[in-house]
């Protein structure tokens, strides 16, 4: 469109001024920019109007969602990107639109001049009254009111360009956290993603295990149109964990891991990790190590120390299962079955076989210990030789499974609280009365009450198996983590009775705990990870201990209990002294106005 700018035509001629009539404005058939829509002016910026706020509450709702469902604000939807598109062209309307109204009023403002605008159909000139001018010196001076001076009205003109980088911005897909992909890495991917690849098998076709879980990643985003932003990939060790650890990797997640300690056990300093996403629990069991450190440590006992496997056979009659109880059972036959156990490895040493029937079924409970190792896989093993030589002592016997539940894994079962799984400890600590005051900020008596109505009776109450604590959960889980034992083995590793008595003519505070299935071990599974192997280097007991095998997992085991009396001691002393929701809520909570989440929710 070309503007140039010319002189103006006089509205007035000088017959109808010198005559004394009164001026009359020309009158100049012109369309209006509006005559260009489909519809009413009035009536298409209320339906812009309303579909730039319609568009808006949708996306903030959306939002709102995704931001609850911890969803990237990037993944778009194909209903919220049509949004998108539709909010763009109401934004691009309604600044065309005001954008007209600041033209007239500059124009308006201006002199006298009128703008000749040509267009390809015909030149055209568009004569608007602003009355926010008041009438002109001529017209006063002719004691008459004139209208104000012509002025061009521009139709608006909707800027394209901005409009296809708003869409390439809004149609863009969501990122991929992985370096450029070669052609190969392409392929492959177009691969998995048609299924012609089976994901699981990229480590053995390609010999390359970083390579593997990025193009295992890429495939994923693809596949499910989710992101994984977020999930790092660069900075691990993938060849580190396969066959051992996790399977068909994409990335690793990371948590804290905190220090609580020293703690004096057994006359040892110990500076205890804990990795865990809860706030106060690394502070709580760090002031439970002070308390127990200044009153002159922990000492522990390891009871037992024995992994399960508990296999299920099945005769054709109960009598016939009854005849193998009793010979498994038999003194007699033991040296035989602990020598058929005992080759599997040359760390597994067979314990004692307990029996359970149910019917014409019988459930053997093969107990062993197995060094350094937490030792699982080592006890199926021997567990296998045993009942492979069964089978030729009684071939009517049916093996049903290598696990009957009676071992009991990673359930809660009073098996495993009454005779044991694992390591059995035992740990206590007398801690004075100045402590319990200055440290605890409690009373002994208000400690023993506490502990007696909510971890004794309390528990009783809920029929709680193995859970006579606070929360030995908490600390278990924090230190498996860190030092790479199995986390799902917290259930039973979990079992804890917490008993408190006032001691020394009712100064001072005995406090105990016992708790009979701590599975650990020191080699083996997620304990050669770098980060893990490096929690227990920090307690020093990394590896196998060549000189008495074994010794470094039950040590483990005691440190694990010695940092849940630790914990239990100061969550019932914050309990004790009502400063539970008060700590809380300073170092576990965000520093967000909550009422002001709550409204927006």
């Not at 006089?10 to 009164?22: N, R, V």
């Not at 020598?339 to 019988?362: D, E, P, T, V, Y």
């Not at 700590?583 to 576990?588: E, L, P, Q, T």
Request: aromatic share 6%.
């Amino acid at each position: 469109m070309d503007v140039r700018r010319r002189p103006v035509k006089p509205l007035y001629t000088s017959k109808d001024a010198s005559a004394g009539e009164p001026l009359k404005q020309q009158q100049v058939s012109s369309p209006k920019a509006s005559d260009a829509l489909p519809l009413p002016l009035y009536l298409t910026n209320g339906l812009f109007f309303t579909m730039f706020f319609s568009v808006m509450y949708f996306l903030l709702v959306r939002w709102r969602e995704k931001i609850r469902n911890s969803i990237p604000l990037h993944v778009v939807t194909l209903s919220e990107l049509l949004a998108m598109v539709s909010l763009i062209a109401s934004v691009i309307y309604l600044l065309g639109f005001f954008g007209i109204g600041f033209v007239q009023s500059f124009v308006s403002r201006s002199n006298s001049d009128s703008w000749d605008i040509e267009d390809e159909n015909a030149e055209q000139l568009i004569i608007e009254e602003d009355s926010r001018r008041g009438p002109c010196a001529a017209a006063t001076t002719l004691g008459c009111v004139v209208p104000p001076p012509p002025v061009r009205k521009i139709a608006p003109m909707v800027p394209q360009q901005p409009a296809k980088v708003a869409l390439s911005q809004t149609e863009k897909p969501a990122p991929i956290i992985m370096p450029a992909l070669s052609e190969d890495d392409e392929e492959i991917i177009q691969s998995v993603v048609q299924g012609k690849t089976p994901s699981y098998s990229l480590e053995s076709k390609l010999g390359d295990c970083m390579r593997a879980a990025s193009i295992r990643k890429e495939a994923l985003q693809r596949i499910t149109g989710k992101s994984l932003e977020g999930l790092p990939l660069e900075g691990f060790d993938y060849e580190s964990i396969l066959g051992q650890c996790c399977e068909m990797p994409v990335g690793y997640v990371q948590i804290p891991v905190g220090i609580a300690g020293p703690l004096l056990l057994d006359g040892r300093e110990y500076s205890v990790p804990m990795a865990t996403t809860e706030g106060c629990l690394v502070a709580s069991t760090n002031r439970g190590c002070k308390a127990i450190f200044v009153s002159g440590g922990a000492n522990s006992v390891l009871l037992r120390d024995g992994m399960t496997r508990a296999p299920v056979v099945r005769f054709a009659t109960a009598m016939r299962a009854a005849e193998l109880k009793f010979f498994v059972e038999d003194p007699l036959n033991f040296e035989t079955l602990s020598l058929m156990f005992n080759k599997s490895s040359r760390f597994a040493r067979l314990q004692g076989i307990q029996c359970a029937i149910a019917g014409k079924n019988l459930y053997m409970r093969f107990s062993c210990s197995t060094g350094d190792a937490m030792g699982m896989n080592m006890v199926s093993k021997g567990v296998q030789n045993v009942l492979d030589y069964l089978q030729s002592e009684y071939p009517d016997m049916d093996v049903i499974g290598i696990s009957g539940n009676f071992c009991s894994d990673k359930k809660p079962a009073a098996v495993n609280w009454i005779e044991g799984r694992g390591k059995s400890v035992v740990c206590e600590a007398i801690i004075k009365e100045e402590v319990v005051k200055k440290v605890l900020k409690t009373e002994v008596a208000a400690l023993v009450e506490l502990n007696m109505l909510k971890n004794l009776t309390g528990s009783a109450m809920a029929g709680a198996l193995g859970g006579f604590n606070a929360h030995a959960s908490n600390i278990v889980s924090a230190v498996y983590l860190a030092t790479g034992q199995d986390p799902a083995q917290n259930v039973e590793s979990s079992h804890c009775i917490t008993m408190m008595e006032a001691v020394n003519d009712g100064k001072d505070l005995h406090v105990s705990v016992t708790m009979p299935s701590i599975e650990v071990g020191t080699v083996g599974g997620g304990t050669q990870l770098a980060s893990q192997s490096a929690c227990l280097n920090l307690l020093g007991v990394k590896g196998a201990n060549r000189d008495t095998p074994g010794s470094n997992a039950r040590l483990l085991a005691t440190i694990v209990a010695a940092s849940v009396l630790a914990g239990e001691l100061s969550l019932m002393s914050a309990i004790s002294a009502g400063q539970l929701v008060k700590s809380h809520m300073k170092y576990n909570r965000s520093i967000k106005d909550i009422s002001q989440v709550i409204t927006s929710s």
